[in-house]
């Protein structure tokens, strides 16, 4: 059976998903996401991926159309329906179709959509080797122009950075804020460890707020790391003794090198492989 996609309360065979070429979604990247992951048929954080898409949404002023519990509710539906439970799952909420202008009053009818399916974003030896990265001269947008805390359809900042990345050979690029401090990467969030002090950009460093990020920061807690929220430079970054980035579909991974310089002795570090293994466990718990 072909995958059954979700919009608006109804399921539609991949081949017959579609919403119209007048979407601002489309037309202007007017819409938010949210990219969550199951495990075992439970879906990682969910409530924390609802609340950050409604607060996405409340800050581009876009009603969803439908509440955070039927939203749960539709989720679990689009899992259950495609048999899948181990999977990667997309939520998009447009503006709607409307007319060829910006304004979003002349719109109707928010899209909600939901594509539950797999997704391999690092091939896997990636996760045993390390990432080498490079820093991308895009930066992350400037707060005041759109907020890297709103998880908008517009990620062609990323998508720049993005490509400089491929153009230097890598799959990710670290990308500062306009104050020229680490930011993120295009997809993940970025943590170094200094003097077995786990170290992360705050979030008024212009980042999203990673839901994978705020576990992995819980999971040191428990763990007696010691973690701390810091504003990084890329001067923090190349002396760092591990690197290594977290995101719903990448999870756990590690980083060795960064602008061809390697980060520590060059290898997967130690706390890095412990957070990797206990990041692992805490996602079927
Ligand atoms: N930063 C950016 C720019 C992202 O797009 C993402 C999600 N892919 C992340 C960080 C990681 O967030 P999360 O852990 O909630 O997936």
């Keep these: 059976m072909s995958l059954q996609i979700y919009i608006n309360g109804t ?24 990219g969550m992951r199951s495990y075992s048929g439970k879906v990682f954080r969910l409530s924390e991926h609802m609340d950050r898409l409604y607060e996405s949404a409340r800050a581009i002023c876009l009603q969803i159309p439908i509440s955070k519990e039927q939203m749960e509710a539709d989720v679990i539906e ?25 304004d979003p009053n002349r719109t109707s009818n928010p899209q909600v959509i939901i594509i539950a399916d797999h997704i391999a974003l690092y091939p896997a030896e990636y996760y045993e080797t390390g990432l080498k990265i490079i820093t991308a001269s895009t930066i992350r947008n400037h707060p005041a122009a759109l907020s890297p805390r709103v998880k908008s359809l517009n990620y062609l900042n990323n998508i720049m950075a993005k490509i400089e990345g491929q153009q230097a050979g890598c799959v990710e690029a670290l990308m500062l804020n ?20 786990l170290l992360t950009p705050p979030k008024d460093a212009g980042i999203l707020e990673g839901i994978t990020r705020n576990a992995v ?69």
């Excluded at 998903?17 to 938010?32: F, M």
Aim: net charge neutral.
């Design 217 to 285: 920061l819980g999971l040191a807690r428990s763990l007696g790391i010691p973690a701390q929220e810091i504003t990084l430079t890329r001067h923090d970054l190349l002396v760092a003794d591990e690197c290594f980035l977290t995101g719903s579909a990448a999870e756990v991974i590690p980083v060795i090198s960064i602008d061809g310089r390697p980060i520590g002795d060059g290898k997967v570090g130690p706390i890095t492989k412990k957070l990797m293994t206990e990041f692992k466990a805490l996602v079927h718990r």
């Design 78 to 102: 689009t899992l259950r329906r495609n048999n899948l439970s181990d999977a990667y799952i997309r939520l998009v909420v447009t503006r709607g179709a409307g007319s060829l202008g910006l």
């Design 178 to 197: 306009h104050k020229g401090e680490v930011a993120e990467c295009t997809g993940d969030n970025i943590f170094i460890i200094k003097r077995e002090q």
């Design 11 to 34: 399921f539609y065979d991949k081949e017959n998903a579609k919403i119209s070429v007048y979407d601002h979604g489309l037309l202007y990247g007017d819409g938010i996401f949210e």
